[in-house]
């Protein structure tokens, strides 16, 4: 198993290998202004959209990906996460063609595909039903690779099966993503699990898969929208440190209800945390997901810029 290396741990092994026994001179260097702050003030983390957001008009046929693509450009999003439901044959991955169509249009519209995903079960008592889970996410992990998408998005499952505890699931769970882990590296896509408020509900049990777990390969999607804790806020906090992709969705659960996000507070926590990838955006609920989308980015580009 790999040991789990923050990004200053890491800075700070490369320093010490690379400089070995070279002492840095200090002569004719000056002391650093202590007056002066080196927090930052603006978030650099490119903005993307998780098409999800327009799951009613990709469902019903009134707009395509190649639609979302169109849009998410004229918008200015950087990126995009083209969920694998909308994509033709689901689950059964699309033709090569079709797949390097969209990979092409995107690049001549300027945006990444950062990530795709599925709706998988890993919860499952039955070992039969979960090789059948597995081979979904590693036909995906194909699709991305394909897709040049660094990332697929994946879930634990519904939630505890009756007759188990959560630590027993936990750990056939942890087996089945270390498989598809080993896999997704070796066609360099990382494994994004999703805490879903199903099987993962709290920070705690957040942590404690992904310790379980223990791959370098494998980060949560870090869904805001999805802790319904009296302060979920302290929950992204905790679970920062393992997100390798987001969810930021317009509203929070806070005492289980639901209440608009404080943006100012999600990009401190941000600002104060080694994370530096996307952050996918995703509106839910009625309303023109074309208006919401654009009114929620001018709302992120304002107070995270």
Known sequence: ????????????????????????????????????????????????????????????????????????????????????????????????????????????????????????????????????????????????????????????????????TWNQASEWIADDYLECAAFGKEHGVVIEIQNHNDFLKTAKQVSTLLDKINSEWIGLMLDIGSYRTADPYIEIKETIKYAVNWQLKERVFVNQKTEPVNLSNLKDIILNSDYKGYIPIETLGEGDPKVKVREFYKEIIAEFR
């Open 1 to 164: 198993m790999h040991t789990r290396i923050n990004r200053r741990q890491f800075g700070k092994y490369a320093l010490i290998a690379g400089l070995g026994s070279y002492t840095v001179p200090t002569s004719g260097m000056s002391a650093p202004d202590k007056n002066v702050s080196k927090k930052a003030t603006s978030l650099t983390n490119k903005i993307a959209l998780n098409a999800y957001s327009f799951n009613r008009p990709l469902r019903d046929g009134s707009m395509d990906l190649f639609n979302l693509l169109e849009y998410c450009s004229d918008l200015g999003i950087d990126g995009v996460d083209l969920t694998g439901y909308y994509f033709p044959g689901y689950p059964t991955p699309p033709p090569n063609t079709f797949i390097y169509e969209i990979k092409k249009r995107a690049f001549e519209m300027g945006l990444h595909i950062c990530g795709t995903g599925v709706r998988n079960d890993f919860c499952n008592p039955d070992k039969k039903n979960r090789e059948m889970e597995k081979k979904l996410v590693k036909d995906w992990i194909l699709v991305a690779e394909k897709l040049g998408a660094p990332a697929i998005r994946t879930f634990t499952g519904k939630d505890v099966p009756e007759g188990y």
